[in-house]
């Protein structure tokens, strides 16, 4: 399964990697191996949409570099990633935030911060010795 994962994991960034070089540099600059799988992929998108033509053609990769980094037999499904909304936002990459905590309901004087209290008892032992030891 290890070597599944990373099959699937390099049929990923490779094809992402090689749409933005296409789209910056011409399909013409990429190595043999990506024009080939580009090419499958422009064919699938005259009959599918994009999202789905991009799983088709990830699956191809995946299935290619399986069997080229030793793995025997028929490469293990992998769960499609297609159910997750894609937006083509450019050269940007669009991260999800997670949802917000909650805070925790104020109940007097015990959700006061501690921790500056207690830095100002330190620093003022800190500045305390370092007088002394100057003024001796």
């Known amino acids: 399964m290890l070597i599944a994962r990373r099959a699937d994991t390099r049929a990923r ?29 422009r064919q699938l998108l005259a009959r599918m949409t994009e999202a789905d033509a991009s799983e088709a053609t990830i699956q191809l990769m995946y299935k290619s570099y399986y069997a ?3 793995g025997s037999g028929t490469p293990p499904e992998i ?16 991260f999800r935030r997670p949802p917000p905590r909650p805070k925790p309901a104020a109940s007097g004087p015990a959700t006061k911060p501690r921790l500056p209290v207690a830095l100002i008892f330190a620093c003022l032992a800190v500045v305390y010795v370092g007088i002394r030891y100057y003024w001796r």
């Open 79 to 94: 769960p499609s990633r297609a159910s997750e909304p894609a937006t083509d936002t450019g050269n940007v990459t669009a």
């Open 13 to 41: 960034a490779d094809f992402a990697t090689w749409k933005m070089l296409a789209k910056l540099n011409g399909f013409s600059a990429l190595p043999a191996e990506a024009q080939n799988f580009l090419e499958s992929y």
């Open 68 to 70: 080229e980094m030793g």
